[in-house]
């Protein structure tokens, strides 16, 4: 059954690895921008300070001075202040004066930062050098009652006219205005003159008075505009011959500006937006790879799982190429398939096996039995021995099967007591009197077990040894505190069927004849029982040679 896309493994790992790219990317692209834009918003107002207070002082200058003549020392003050050179030319790009390092040679209008015109003041750079230096004061118009026209400057007929204040909206430098102050009255007049000529023109009756903020009265409500004009024409006439001429402001080298690939521009966030998309695309498409790797084994072991629980126990899963856990975990199942195909092969060889030792003594005796009953045999002595023979070896076979199923249940029950080996090993040789068995026990030797259960263990290798040896051949039954070791010089084990002797119904000799066959649990009944024990057992053998089983038990002392 095929897992819904929707639950499949592959798209929960591409998930959560998508979700997190994204939002890796997504809040590395956010900080990256953000904190950009505040080091190019940091720079730039420092640039900006540091251009205003540049234009502000030679503001400065260029209202207080006829000409550029005298600047060079405040033009190096400023450069060294703001660590770049700062070149002063004029309209045309001719330089005027430059500090160390800027270019000698005539530079293009357009590269300039500012212009400098005491009276076209840009009010955005001097407010930001200083923000008192284009403070004026606005007063509300106000209307005084009282009567007459002309100029008024009778002080006695003034306070009788009706005026209107007209503040003043000149760009002018403020510290060029001031030099009125210092120029005396004929400057001042001819301001006044000036502004009286430019409201005539316009069909508009003259100044009542001017103030030193420049601001007008009036004696009229209307044409607040055209008189802020008229008075802001004739300031800059008169100062025009005073202050220094209009000039062009340029900071930084001559070198062309650099091209910067992030300069948070819509084309650098678009560049921004596209590298974070491919780094977003690449980072899901190695997701997507990451995942089916992980995916394609376990599919794999998955099918392989179905075939075999179809039946079909020679399914595998590929995984010599692979170090990692899916790797680890496709080779436990390999394994986990192999040992499942043996104990297959286990049980129907059991099957065949079991049928078998049961079937020949059962017929034998229900043969002799019914032969006995329709009086074609007579149950002497000798028929009476041989039914016994076939029923014995029903007891043993049935035994032998109880105890391996308790055994490996866990539910063997052991009774251990101190076991003289010496005393157990020749009581155990009694049972079988043969030239070939000889006993060999180390004074005082015990061990710590059950004696009934060490004693099947003990029967059940003198049995396979003496089975596989020749009447010519010897075994040896050995004895050492904890350790009991069987010795034969038999026909030997295969090398390839050393690490299976152990296994259930395993028999190297495949034949079931009563001399060799045996029925396959006798080694199996012996490794449950010495594992219960605590203890260990190995089998060392040579094809042609013979064979040694040594097994160990824990004395009291280590138990």
């Given at each position: 059954?095929?897992?819904?896309?929707?639950?499949?493994?592959?798209?929960?790992?591409?998930?959560?690895?998508?979700?997190?790219?994204?939002?890796?990317v997504v809040a590395a692209t956010w900080a990256t921008a953000r904190s950009?834009?505040?080091?190019?918003?940091?720079?730039?107002?420092?640039?900006?300070?540091?251009?205003?207070?540049?234009?502000?002082?030679?503001?400065?200058?260029?209202?207080?001075?006829?000409?550029?003549?005298?600047?060079?020392?405040?033009?190096?003050?400023?450069?060294?202040?703001?660590?770049?050179?700062?070149?002063?030319?004029?309209?045309?790009?001719?330089?005027?004066?430059?500090?160390?390092?800027?270019?000698?040679?005539?530079?293009?209008?357009?590269?300039?930062?500012?212009?400098?015109?005491?009276?076209?003041?840009?009010?955005?750079?001097?407010?930001?050098?200083?923000?008192?230096?284009?403070?004026?004061?606005?007063?509300?118009?106000?209307?005084?009652?009282?009567?007459?026209?002309?100029?008024?400057?009778?002080?006695?007929?003034?306070?009788?006219?009706?005026?209107?204040?007209?503040?003043?909206?000149?760009?002018?430098?403020?510290?060029?205005?001031?030099?009125?102050?210092?120029?005396?009255?004929?400057?001042?007049?001819?301001?006044?003159?000036?502004?009286?000529?430019?409201?005539?023109?316009?069909?508009?009756?003259?100044?009542?008075?001017?103030?030193?903020?420049?601001?007008?009265?009036?004696?009229?409500?209307?044409?607040?505009?055209?008189?802020?004009?008229?008075?802001d024409s004739s300031l800059r006439e008169v100062l025009s011959t005073s202050?220094?001429?209009?000039?062009?402001?340029?900071?930084?080298?001559?070198?062309?500006?650099?091209?910067?690939?992030?300069?948070?521009?819509?084309?650098?966030?678009?560049?921004?937006?596209?590298?974070?998309?491919?780094?977003?695309?690449?980072?899901?498409?190695?997701?997507?790879?990451?995942?089916?790797?992980?995916?394609?084994?376990?599919?794999?072991?998955?099918?392989?799982?179905?075939?075999?629980?179809?039946?079909?126990?020679?399914?595998?899963?590929?995984?010599?190429?692979?170090?990692?856990?899916?790797?680890?975990?496709?080779?436990?199942?390999?394994?986990?398939?192999?040992?499942?195909?043996?104990?297959?092969?286990?049980?129907?060889?059991?099957?065949?096996?079991?049928?078998?030792?049961?079937?020949?003594?059962?017929?034998?005796?229900?043969?002799?039995?019914?032969?006995?009953?329709?009086?074609?045999?007579?149950?002497?002595?000798?028929?009476?021995?041989?039914?016994?023979?076939?029923?014995?070896?029903?007891?043993?076979?049935?035994?032998?099967?109880?105890?391996?199923?308790?055994?490996?249940?866990?539910?063997?029950?052991?009774?251990?007591?101190?076991?003289?080996?010496?005393?157990?090993?020749?009581?155990?040789?009694?049972?079988?009197?043969?030239?070939?068995?000889?006993?060999?026990?180390?004074p005082d030797a015990t061990i710590w077990a059950d004696p009934v259960r060490?004693?099947?263990?003990?029967?059940?290798?003198?049995?396979?040894?003496?089975?596989?040896?020749?009447?010519?051949?010897?075994?040896?039954?050995?004895?050492?505190?904890?350790?009991?070791?069987?010795?034969?010089?038999?026909?030997?084990?295969?090398?390839?069927?050393?690490?299976?002797?152990?296994?259930?119904?395993?028999?190297?000799?495949?034949?079931?004849?009563?001399?060799?066959?045996?029925?396959?649990?006798?080694?199996?009944?012996?490794?449950?029982?010495?594992?219960?024990?605590?203890?260990?057992?190995?089998?060392?053998?040579?094809?042609?040679?013979?064979?040694?089983?040594?097994?160990?038990?824990?004395?009291?002392?280590?138990?």
């Amino acid at each position: 059954m095929r897992v819904p896309w929707h639950r499949s493994l592959f798209v929960r790992l591409f998930l959560l690895g998508a979700i997190t790219a994204l939002v890796a990317v997504v809040a590395a692209t956010w900080a990256t921008a953000r904190s950009t834009t505040v080091a190019v918003q940091e720079q730039q107002q420092q640039s900006l300070e540091a251009e205003a207070a540049t234009y502000d002082a030679l503001m400065g200058y260029a209202a207080t001075h006829p000409s550029w003549d005298g600047a060079q020392r405040l033009v190096d003050r400023l450069a060294s202040a703001s660590g770049q050179p700062v070149t002063v030319t004029d309209r045309s790009g001719r330089v005027l004066v430059r500090s160390q390092g800027a270019p000698s040679r005539a530079l293009p209008p357009s590269s300039a930062r500012a212009v400098i015109d005491p009276l076209d003041v840009d009010v955005a750079l001097l407010s930001s050098a200083s923000p008192t230096a284009t403070a004026t004061p606005t007063p509300e118009p106000a209307s005084v009652p009282g009567g007459g026209g002309g100029r008024c400057s009778d002080p006695d007929v003034v306070a009788e006219c009706a005026r209107y204040e007209v503040p003043a909206r000149s760009a002018v430098d403020p510290r060029a205005a001031r030099r009125l102050e210092d120029g005396g009255r004929a400057e001042w007049t001819a301001v006044v003159d000036g502004a009286d000529s430019c409201l005539a023109a316009a069909g508009l009756e003259p100044l009542l008075a001017l103030t030193d903020e420049f601001t007008a009265l009036v004696p009229y409500r209307t044409s607040r505009t055209t008189v802020a004009r008229c008075v802001d024409s004739s300031l800059r006439e008169v100062l025009s011959t005073s202050v220094a001429p209009p000039a062009l402001l340029m900071t930084g080298s001559a070198s062309a500006a650099p091209s910067v690939l992030w300069d948070l521009s819509g084309g650098a966030r678009l560049r921004i937006g596209l590298l974070a998309a491919l780094v977003l695309v690449v980072t899901l498409a190695l997701s997507a790879l990451l995942a089916g790797h992980v995916v394609r084994p376990l599919r794999g072991m998955a099918t392989a799982a179905r075939r075999a629980g179809d039946g079909d126990l020679s399914a595998r899963v590929p995984a010599d190429r692979r170090a990692d856990e899916v790797g680890e975990l496709a080779r436990a199942f390999n394994a986990m398939a192999d040992r499942r195909e043996r104990s297959e092969d286990a049980r129907r060889r059991l099957v065949s096996d079991v049928s078998h030792e049961l079937r020949t003594p059962i017929a034998n005796v229900r043969g002799w039995l019914e032969a006995a009953q329709d009086g074609l045999a007579t149950l002497d002595r000798q028929l009476i021995d041989s039914l016994h023979e076939e029923t014995l070896h029903l007891q043993r076979l049935t035994d032998d099967l109880h105890d391996l199923a308790l055994a490996e249940a866990g539910e063997l029950r052991l009774s251990p007591v101190t076991i003289d080996l010496a005393e157990m090993l020749a009581q155990v040789a009694a049972s079988f009197p043969s030239p070939r068995l000889s006993v060999v026990c180390q004074p005082d030797a015990t061990i710590w077990a059950d004696p009934v259960r060490m004693r099947q263990v003990v029967l059940n290798l003198l049995a396979n040894a003496l089975r596989h040896t020749p009447d010519d051949g010897k075994v040896v039954l050995a004895g050492a505190p904890g350790t009991i070791t069987v010795t034969d010089t038999g026909e030997g084990i295969p090398a390839d069927d050393l690490p299976h002797v152990f296994d259930r119904f395993r028999r190297v000799d495949p034949s079931r004849t009563r001399a060799t066959g045996g029925t396959g649990l006798g080694l199996a009944i012996v490794k449950q029982i010495v594992d219960a024990h605590g203890g260990s057992v190995t089998i060392d053998s040579v094809v042609g040679e013979g064979t040694t089983v040594t097994v160990r038990i824990p004395v009291r002392d280590e138990v």
